[in-house]
Each structure stands twice: as C-alpha cells, then as structure tokens.
C-alpha cells in the first residue's frame, strides 16, 4: 500500500526566504502526483500536477520536482510571502484516480 | 464557471441519524472521488464514482456508508445510523478523465 509522508510537519520562516518543502512516497509506481494547498477550515486549492514522465512543474513562485525512482518530490517557493501561509499536501496518484496524500507540513510565513 | 459545489458545509447530528452530503462536480466533469480527513490526520480516499457507476469502493467502511452519483443531480454520500467517529470533514473532488482533481469546499459533520 502506497504510503506518502511529508517532512517537515511544520515550518517557520520569514518573508523574503526561498523555501523546499519534501514529500516521499513508497510506491515508484505512480501515475501523477498533485500539490495542493489548503488554508484552515477550507477545501483544497490545486497548485501543481505533475505526470510520471515528467520530472518537475513550475507556476508563478511555485516549483514542483518529481524523481520516481527515489519516491521522492520537492515543491520550491520563492520568495515567500505571508499569504503563502497554509498547510501544503502532496498527494500521489497509482492510476490517475485516487490519491493518496500525506499529512502535509504547516507553514507559516512571518511578515 | 463554478467549481465544485458541497453541501451542506456544516451538518450536525446526533447518534444514529442518516447524514446525507451532497456534491455537484464541476461543469463538463463526470469522475467524482469522495475523501474523508479526519481530525489530525490527513485526507483518506473513499470512493471514486462516473455517472451512474461506482468504479473504486476500496476505501469505504463496510457498513453504513454509501455513495452513489446518478445521471442528474449531484453525486450523494450516504451516511446511516452515524456515530461519534464519523465526525469529520468530507470532501468531494471531480475531474474529466485522470487529470487534476478539484476539490469542493468539504462538509463538516459533527456527530453529537
């Protein structure tokens, strides 16, 4: 069974900092993987989708890498802001259906 | 164009009641997937439904729970005879083939 984790649970930095995020999964047999972010007491928000042929994504601030053969994903964020504060989920996919997602790592951004 | 639609966002209920939550995919999408995230844990995969068919039950407790999505209206999780450990929030996500899934805003439901 797939399992994801997500290192580190929580996350302190202040405004301006570029930041890695990680996500390791155990199962290399994936058909996606998303990154998503939810706020408190809020649905989830779809930042990026990476298929398993690819090897990374990228939108506005946001860097998403994939290396299967490690179980291994990174989102980047650059230059932090305190509106990037939210808990962020990584979330692989065996058949493009179901997700399996990890417990997320918190992270708050001081101004 | 609208996104995922739950409803309600908040239920409360006591032990033993019917919760029944509702989800309308977004427009031009017919795979919806129900999750549960449960107080301090992460987001469980429960069911994954196309219109009329339920493809993926493997994460549905055996007992009590159903869901179903017919060919109009919204797709329907049903909860009966709801006990204190259903308490949770449950989110609807939908997508066209297997691509992104957008999810909804979640139904909250306490169980008294």
């Known amino acids: 069974k797939q399992e994801v984790t997500q290192i580190p649970a929580a996350l302190s930095v202040p405004e301006g900092e570029n930041l890695v995020l990680n996500c390791s999964f155990t199962?290399?047999?994936?058909?996606?993987l998303q990154w998503f972010r939810q706020d408190p007491g809020k649905g989830l928000t779809s930042l990026l989708l990476?298929?398993?042929?690819?090897r990374e994504q990228t939108s506005g601030r946001l860097n998403a890498s994939l290396d299967k053969s490690s179980g291994r994903s990174t989102l980047y964020i650059a230059a932090s802001q305190p509106g990037d504060s939210a808990t962020y989920l990584c979330?692989?996919?065996?058949?493009?259906?179901?997700?399996?997602f990890g417990t997320g790592t918190s992270l708050t951004v001081i101004p | 164009n609208a996104g995922v639609m739950q409803n309600p966002r908040h239920l409360v209920r006591r032990r033993g009641q019917e919760a029944r939550l509702r989800c309308s995919p977004m427009?031009?999408?017919?795979?919806v997937y129900w999750y549960r995230q449960l107080p301090e844990e992460g987001l469980k995969f429960m069911v994954y439904?196309?219109?009329?068919?339920?493809?993926?039950e493997s994460g549905m407790p055996k007992e009590r729970f159903s869901a179903e999505f017919p060919k109009e209206g919204p797709s329907i999780l049903r909860i009966q005879q709801v006990v204190r450990g259903d308490s949770a929030a449950y989110f609807c996500?939908?997508?066209?083939?297997?691509?992104?899934?957008?999810f909804g805003p979640g139904t909250r439901l306490l169980v008294l």
């Open positions: 996500a939908s997508s066209r083939q297997q691509e992104t899934q957008y």
């Open positions: 199962d290399s047999a994936i058909y996606n």
């Open positions: 990476i298929q398993s042929s690819q």
């Open positions: 979330a692989v996919s065996p058949t493009g259906n179901q997700f399996y």
């Open positions: 427009k031009g999408h017919s795979h």
């Open positions: 439904l196309q219109k009329e068919n339920i493809i993926d």
